[in-house]
């Protein structure tokens, strides 16, 4: 007896079936091109060459039907996306950036997010930490 469709996926590991999934948010699209640009330098095997053209496909797809291409997505905006996603108050933030007042300022654009910061936010997102720098 084959198992069925569901079966099959559920055995499949959660990481990978990120990977094989559409991409619904920016959390997961920055995840995905962290992915892909991890095998894009690299000599591939025909099962690193399977994901690589996934996560290609993926990506585009989510780029076209959702990323406005005419407005560059900037660090912010990734932030600002996950505090959403992850129905966050700006006081969520203090431990990344150091107190409120940065919260506010890098939210409002009167301030970059630094390196230090960036880290913190990549460890705990799980976002490549350069999706925080642009």
């Known amino acids: 007896?084959?198992?069925?469709i569901l079966e099959t996926?559920?055995?499949?590991?959660a990481e990978l079936r990120e990977i094989l999934a559409p991409i619904?948010?920016?959390e997961q699209h920055?995840?995905?091109?962290?992915n892909h640009m991890d095998l894009a330098f690299k000599d591939r095997d025909p099962v690193e060459n399977q994901l690589y053209k996934i996560l290609t496909e993926n990506i585009k797809k989510y780029e076209d039907d959702v990323v406005d291409?005419?407005?560059?997505?900037t660090p912010v905006d990734?932030?600002?996306s996950i505090i959403e996603e992850h129905e966050l108050k700006q006081k969520d933030l203090v431990p990344y950036f150091g107190s409120q007042s940065v919260v506010?300022?890098?939210l409002n654009k009167k301030r970059k997010i630094n390196s230090k910061q960036a880290f913190k936010l990549s460890e705990k997102?799980?976002?490549?930490?350069?999706?925080f720098l642009g």
């Open 9 to 13: 996926w559920s055995r499949i590991p």
């Open 125 to 131: 997102f799980h976002i490549n930490p350069i999706a």
């Open 69 to 73: 291409l005419g407005k560059d997505v």
């Open 78 to 80: 990734i932030l600002k």
């Open 104 to 106: 506010s300022e890098v």
């Open 30 to 34: 920055s995840r995905a091109v962290a």
């Open 1 to 4: 007896m084959t198992p069925s």
């Open 24 to 26: 619904e948010t920016m």
